[in-house]
């Protein structure tokens, strides 16, 4: 089994962390490119393999999104078990102490080559692809999102979308509209719903609700909170990279970076 050096629970706290795992047949090619990774700020080395097969099962258990694998490794070639890794597989960079093989790295399409020892800049600038690469594709994903929130914007022909929501108050059930409603909160187990000053709480995952919701205008802006996108009337960004998104109640919400592929939608600009 590989090499384990930080756990996935330890790595909860930073959403900027860089996971890594290595693959390298040479001991101390693999031992000076993990100090130099861990002096790194917010890089966590998950495990450092001597084998293919080792590398593999890292893949699979620990989800790294770096892969730092050398062209020769004890068991296999590094392009083979390249190849062999599934289509989700964490963006590739391909170590080598020959500088003339840097046209390997090409033929599995890696993020980046380097000639090892890895000089201290060179990983920098590699980190700072792997970064981008990552943003892009959070990006592509959040593009996606946001074609399925402009779809759900426009009028749904099934009857049974949600126009309505029963919350109980006291012994009562209250049936509110949802058009009347402004924003909506998560609270552990239960989400707040907001409007017209008032407000009701509902036992609700926020991530069930927000289905409920895609047909009735309702957006997700941050992971506890979604907005009536009716209820928007103004959008500015802070130098945070965040937004706030002030309602027409006065009421101010935080749009996060996360979420910013949203910003079409929420300014009528789709």
Not at 11 to 20: C, E, F, H, I, P
Not at 44 to 57: I, Y
Not at 86 to 109: G, H, L, M, W, Y
Not at 231 to 253: F, K
Request: glycine residues 6%; charged residues 25%.
């Amino acid at each position: 089994m590989p090499e384990a050096f930080t756990s996935a629970a330890e790595l909860q706290t930073g959403l900027t962390t860089l996971r890594v795992v290595i693959a390298d047949a040479d001991r101390r090619a693999r031992t000076a490119l993990r100090e130099r990774l861990t002096r790194m700020s917010e890089v966590a080395v998950l495990a450092d393999c001597a084998q293919g097969r080792e590398a593999h099962a890292a893949v699979e258990q620990l989800v790294p999104q770096v892969l730092f694998v050398a062209t020769e490794l004890a068991d296999m070639n590094g392009l083979s078990l390249v190849r062999e890794l599934p289509p989700a597989a964490p963006a590739v960079v391909i170590t080598s102490a020959d500088c003339n093989q840097a046209a390997t790295a090409f033929e599995v399409r890696a993020l980046d080559y380097l000639v090892t020892p890895v000089a201290e800049f060179r990983l920098a600038q590699t980190l700072a692809r792997a970064r981008e690469a990552l943003d892009a594709s959070r990006d592509r994903a959040l593009g996606q999102r946001l074609a399925r929130a402009v779809a759900g914007l426009r009028p749904d022909p099934n009857p049974s979308n949600c126009s309505r929501l029963a919350v109980r108050v006291g012994e009562r059930i209250r049936v509110l509209k949802v058009a009347d409603i402004d924003w909506v909160g998560a609270d552990g187990d239960y989400v707040t719903l907001h409007g017209s000053g008032e407000t009701w709480s509902l036992r609700a995952a926020l991530a069930a609700l927000e289905v409920r919701l895609a047909g009735q205008g309702f957006a997700r802006i941050h992971r506890s909170t979604l907005v009536n996108v009716d209820r928007v009337r103004e959008v500015r960004p802070l130098p945070t990279g965040d937004h706030v998104v002030s309602l027409v109640d006065g009421t101010e919400l935080k749009l996060s970076r996360s979420y910013r592929a949203l910003l079409p939608v929420l300014t009528g600009a789709t």
